[in-house]
């Protein structure tokens, strides 16, 4: 089965999407699998870390702006090729391993949507696999 959700971002955030993924994992009732969060756009993506400390986004945030920054020379028509390169690195997808009908993250793990390039109104999909 497939969960489709729906988001609308700002020009460029991280959302903790952990709660939508274990919804799907109750709701499916899979004791033991694999959940992969998909996201279908390329400006935008899926990843996992830490969400306890709410800097640790900010500095990712950051961080990818310091190593991406928008430059005079790209030639992308829509002016948004730094929010591609973003998105690459980050990756548009996340697998997470279902046990005992859980997510098995660590401690301080959450599960991210990556906005690039809004704001927009995105979607991600998650897939629960029985295993």
Known sequence: MVYSYTLK??????????????????ESMVESGIAVVYCPHTTAGITINENADPDVV????????????DRYQFKHAEGNSAAHLKSSVIGNSATVIIEDGRLLLGTWQGIYFTEFDGPRTRNFFV?????
């Open 58 to 69: 900010t500095d990712l945030i950051y961080a990818l702006d310091a190593t991406f920054p």
């Open 9 to 26: 971002t700002e020009k460029e955030n991280f959302y903790n999407i952990t709660s939508y993924v274990r919804q799907a994992v109750n």
């Open 127 to 131: 897939k629960i696999i029985k295993g």
